[in-house]
């Protein structure tokens, strides 16, 4: 091979050669740099640990700068805060005049109640201000108060800031100390407080009751109870924020003596409408000093009175006393306020009541004391409702107490009636014309007006509760009406005793006849087709009272007329000769003529018969006994008469009839006009109805 022509080989091998040691020579300069640079960086490092010696204070200092910034801005943020508030407390006050006076000017009520609704919600943000920075102003102060101590102990800032933050502090708490309190007390809070407390009375004052009216015209409209509400929706509404706002300012007492104080007022004011004077005599002294007359008109207008005080006043009053202050105090309120104004509004209604009922038992109470009766049962379910709850125990207790007052004094009345009469038999005889006496006419009244149907369910009532009391409440009582019928019963049998205990002191036979038959003829006609006779039963009047009429009618035609007829009775001297019968002829004509003239004279001047049907009865029958006798008389032994001028049976006809029609003592038709000891007119024509009852009336004795 050629020495000029190189392997390839070769050439590969010398070109590695080459780039070998290219790279071990940069490998050597690499090294060489190496070397350098870590001498460098051992300076460096060293450098570096000299300058972090030196750096480390500041670092230091630095964040005890941070932690001081942030302590101070902890404590200067709501100090800022409270500044701010103080502003807005300013800008209220400012609002509030501006209210205040808008109110003022103000006259339209729809446009004064929107405008007192601003004002409310002023006042109300104003106290929350207020209760902000009374809240938060002494933890702010206190926090301040920290940092000023701390930056003065550390000293971490110039004296200069020191002292004009120490001076900041004082400012603040000065005017936190004195201004706190006057912004609660003195300010214009309490201004505004004081004014809402007018418009509270004010607002109050005009919320009234409607007009009760005529009692005697408009009683049918208190049967139920009267849902009207007191007051429009924008008052109460008004109300109601002035109520709260009040409560939330610590003046609630003062809040409910006005709203009881304004009620009460506006309560009274409308039952005074009603001139109830009567109840200014209350006491059972005073009460059985009244004349009968005024007192029926006092319980009548006390009845009516009572009804419009619960049913239409103080239902109005509990539901205006809800709608206001229900939500002060979770509700525990109103009831209590309700309740004093209820209580000096029923207090005069139920001593009243009270008084009636503890007053004398005299017979003609029991028809008002069974209406006073009657309107408490009818009252006591929407009493119940109205005072119910924890308030209302002592209006309800009160209530029951009067009812049993009453049903005690009903009841003593009527079983005193009962022993009145019973006792009122102590020998005096009967009237000396024969004539009903009084207390028969009063008993049998008073039994027949008691036996209607507005007086016979509440006196079965109350003889049922009474014997439910003396019983036990387990017993079972008998029914009320039966009770009543009994009762009733024993009275017209101590009626009956007291009747012929009269008639068996009497020495005039005639007069004892006619005294019994028109003394039972009377109380079987005025018993017959009433109710008292539905009552006592048909065959009961009958046998008691009308046979015994009948049998005494008969036993008086028989003595006073039938004496007459047996003058002439001729049977005994039909065997006697002609001249001896003549004289004695003579002699029974004028003997039976004589008689004829005293019966009729004692008939014009003592005997009565009030009853026209009864009258004219006795004296048809007596007119055919006696002038048929005469008429036969004479027509048989005329002839043997020495004297031929005697009276015709047409003259004695006319005698006799006149006898039963002569003096002042003739009434109508069964009718009989009287005045008990010249207090106590009873009307029987005009029916049981029209019964007047005389407060002292005394009985026949």
């Given at each position: 091979m050629a020495p000029n022509e190189q392997d390839p080989t070769l050439l590969s091998l010398e070109s590695a050669c080459s780039d070998l040691k290219a790279l071990l020579l940069a490998s050597k300069k690499l090294e060489d740099c190496l070397?350098?640079?870590?001498?460098?960086?051992d300076g460096i490092e060293a450098t570096l640990s000299t300058s972090s010696r030196r750096v480390a204070?500041?670092?230091?200092?630095?964040?005890?700068?941070?932690?001081?910034?942030?302590?101070?801005?902890?404590?200067v943020s709501p100090a800022l805060a409270l500044l701010d508030r103080f502003k807005f407390y300013e800008s209220l006050q400012q609002k509030l005049l501006d209210l205040s006076s808008k109110l003022s000017q103000e006259k339209t009520p729809q446009k004064r109640l929107q405008n007192l609704i601003d004002y409310i919600n002023c006042v109300d943000q104003l106290?929350?201000?207020?209760?902000?920075?009374?809240?938060?102003?002494?933890?702010?102060?206190?926090?301040?108060?920290?940092?000023?101590?701390?930056?003065?102990?550390?000293?971490?800032?110039d004296q200069y800031r020191t002292e004009r933050l120490r001076e900041t502090l004082i400012t603040l708490k000065t005017l936190y100390e004195t201004e706190v309190d006057a912004m609660r007390f003195e300010g214009l809070l309490d201004q505004a407080l004081l004014?809402?407390?007018?418009?509270?009375?004010?607002?109050?004052?005009?919320?009234?009751?409607?007009?009760?009216?005529?009692?005697?015209?408009?009683?049918?409209?208190y049967d139920t109870v009267v849902d009207s509400d007191l007051g429009s929706e924008m008052e109460i509404e008004v109300l109601r924020r002035i109520s709260d706002t009040l409560a939330a300012n610590d003046c609630l007492d003062i809040c409910i003596d006005i709203y009881v104080k304004v009620r009460y007022r506006r309560a009274a004011k409308a039952l005074m409408r009603l001139n109830p004077d009567y109840l200014r005599t209350y006491t059972p002294e005073g009460i059985d000093e009244m004349e009968w007359e005024s007192l029926e008109t006092a319980i009548t207008l006390w009845i009516q009175h009572f009804e419009v005080a619960v049913k239409k006043v103080l239902f109005s009053e509990k539901k205006l006393s809800y709608?206001?202050?229900?939500?002060?105090?979770?509700?525990?309120?109103?009831?209590?306020?309700?309740?004093?104004?209820?209580?000096k509004i029923?207090?005069?209604?139920?001593?009243?009541?009270?008084?009636?009922?503890?007053?004398?038992?005299?017979?003609?109470?029991?028809?008002?004391?069974?209406?006073?009766?009657?309107?408490?049962?009818?009252?006591?379910?929407?009493?119940?409702?109205?005072?119910?709850?924890?308030?209302?125990?002592?209006?309800?207790?009160?209530?029951?107490?009067?009812?049993k007052l009453i049903i005690d004094a009903s009841s003593k009345v009527f079983w005193e009636f009962g022993?009145?009469?019973?006792?009122?038999?102590?020998?005096?005889?009967?009237?000396?014309?024969?004539?009903?006496?009084?207390?028969?006419?009063?008993?049998?009244?008073y039994l027949k007006y008691l036996a209607t149907k507005n007086y016979r369910e509440a006196m079965g009532n109350v003889l049922e509760t009474e014997q439910i009391w003396k019983a036990g409440i387990l017993s079972k009582p008998d029914n009320g009406e039966d009770l009543l019928k009994e009762a009733i019963f024993n009275i017209m049998d101590a009626l009956q005793r007291n009747i012929e205990s009269k008639r068996s002191r009497c020495r005039d036979k005639t007069l004892v006849n006619i005294f019994a038959m028109n003394t039972y003829w009377y109380i079987y006609m005025r018993t017959k087709n009433s109710e008292l006779g539905e009552l006592l039963g048909d065959q009961y009047m009958k046998r008691k009272y009308k046979s015994v009429a009948e049998e005494s009618a008969y036993m008086y035609q028989m003595q006073a007329w039938g004496v007459l007829v047996s003058i002439l009775d001729m049977e005994e001297v039909k065997t006697q000769e002609k001249d001896v019968i003549?004289?004695?002829?003579?002699?029974?004509?004028?003997t039976f003529l004589k008689y004829v003239n005293d019966t009729c004279q004692k008939h014009k001047e003592y005997y009565n018969i009030p009853d026209e049907d009864l009258r004219e009865q006795i004296k048809e029958a007596s007119l055919k006994l006696v002038v048929e006798a005469y008429t036969e008389f004479l027509d048989s032994y005329s002839g043997l008469l020495q004297r031929k001028l005697y009276p015709t049976p047409e003259r004695l006809l006319g005698l006799v009839g006149r006898a039963f029609h002569g003096g002042d003592v003739t009434l109508k038709r069964r009718t009989l006009t009287d005045r008990m000891a010249g207090r106590l007119a009873t009307s029987l024509e005009g029916g049981i109805n029209d019964f007047q009852r005389s407060r002292s009336e005394s009985f026949d004795v």
């Amino acid at each position: 091979m050629a020495p000029n022509e190189q392997d390839p080989t070769l050439l590969s091998l010398e070109s590695a050669c080459s780039d070998l040691k290219a790279l071990l020579l940069a490998s050597k300069k690499l090294e060489d740099c190496l070397g350098n640079m870590d001498t460098k960086f051992d300076g460096i490092e060293a450098t570096l640990s000299t300058s972090s010696r030196r750096v480390a204070p500041l670092q230091s200092l630095a964040m005890s700068t941070k932690a001081l910034d942030t302590r101070i801005n902890r404590a200067v943020s709501p100090a800022l805060a409270l500044l701010d508030r103080f502003k807005f407390y300013e800008s209220l006050q400012q609002k509030l005049l501006d209210l205040s006076s808008k109110l003022s000017q103000e006259k339209t009520p729809q446009k004064r109640l929107q405008n007192l609704i601003d004002y409310i919600n002023c006042v109300d943000q104003l106290n929350e201000a207020i209760i902000s920075i009374n809240q938060e102003g002494e933890p702010v102060i206190q926090r301040l108060q920290e940092v000023v101590e701390f930056i003065s102990r550390t000293k971490a800032a110039d004296q200069y800031r020191t002292e004009r933050l120490r001076e900041t502090l004082i400012t603040l708490k000065t005017l936190y100390e004195t201004e706190v309190d006057a912004m609660r007390f003195e300010g214009l809070l309490d201004q505004a407080l004081l004014h809402m407390q007018d418009e509270f009375e004010s607002i109050l004052l005009q919320i009234k009751h409607q007009k009760v009216g005529d009692l005697s015209q408009q009683q049918a409209e208190y049967d139920t109870v009267v849902d009207s509400d007191l007051g429009s929706e924008m008052e109460i509404e008004v109300l109601r924020r002035i109520s709260d706002t009040l409560a939330a300012n610590d003046c609630l007492d003062i809040c409910i003596d006005i709203y009881v104080k304004v009620r009460y007022r506006r309560a009274a004011k409308a039952l005074m409408r009603l001139n109830p004077d009567y109840l200014r005599t209350y006491t059972p002294e005073g009460i059985d000093e009244m004349e009968w007359e005024s007192l029926e008109t006092a319980i009548t207008l006390w009845i009516q009175h009572f009804e419009v005080a619960v049913k239409k006043v103080l239902f109005s009053e509990k539901k205006l006393s809800y709608r206001v202050l229900g939500k002060v105090m979770a509700g525990l309120v109103w009831p209590e306020c309700f309740a004093k104004i209820a209580d000096k509004i029923l207090a005069v209604f139920f001593r009243f009541g009270e008084g009636v009922a503890r007053s004398s038992k005299e017979p003609q109470k029991l028809f008002k004391l069974l209406d006073m009766f009657e309107t408490l049962e009818k009252l006591k379910p929407e009493f119940s409702e109205i005072f119910d709850g924890e308030a209302g125990v002592d209006f309800c207790t009160r209530f029951r107490e009067l009812e049993k007052l009453i049903i005690d004094a009903s009841s003593k009345v009527f079983w005193e009636f009962g022993l009145q009469i019973e006792g009122n038999t102590d020998g005096i005889p009967p009237p000396q014309d024969g004539s009903v006496p009084k207390l028969v006419r009063y008993a049998i009244n008073y039994l027949k007006y008691l036996a209607t149907k507005n007086y016979r369910e509440a006196m079965g009532n109350v003889l049922e509760t009474e014997q439910i009391w003396k019983a036990g409440i387990l017993s079972k009582p008998d029914n009320g009406e039966d009770l009543l019928k009994e009762a009733i019963f024993n009275i017209m049998d101590a009626l009956q005793r007291n009747i012929e205990s009269k008639r068996s002191r009497c020495r005039d036979k005639t007069l004892v006849n006619i005294f019994a038959m028109n003394t039972y003829w009377y109380i079987y006609m005025r018993t017959k087709n009433s109710e008292l006779g539905e009552l006592l039963g048909d065959q009961y009047m009958k046998r008691k009272y009308k046979s015994v009429a009948e049998e005494s009618a008969y036993m008086y035609q028989m003595q006073a007329w039938g004496v007459l007829v047996s003058i002439l009775d001729m049977e005994e001297v039909k065997t006697q000769e002609k001249d001896v019968i003549g004289g004695i002829v003579t002699e029974k004509i004028e003997t039976f003529l004589k008689y004829v003239n005293d019966t009729c004279q004692k008939h014009k001047e003592y005997y009565n018969i009030p009853d026209e049907d009864l009258r004219e009865q006795i004296k048809e029958a007596s007119l055919k006994l006696v002038v048929e006798a005469y008429t036969e008389f004479l027509d048989s032994y005329s002839g043997l008469l020495q004297r031929k001028l005697y009276p015709t049976p047409e003259r004695l006809l006319g005698l006799v009839g006149r006898a039963f029609h002569g003096g002042d003592v003739t009434l109508k038709r069964r009718t009989l006009t009287d005045r008990m000891a010249g207090r106590l007119a009873t009307s029987l024509e005009g029916g049981i109805n029209d019964f007047q009852r005389s407060r002292s009336e005394s009985f026949d004795v």
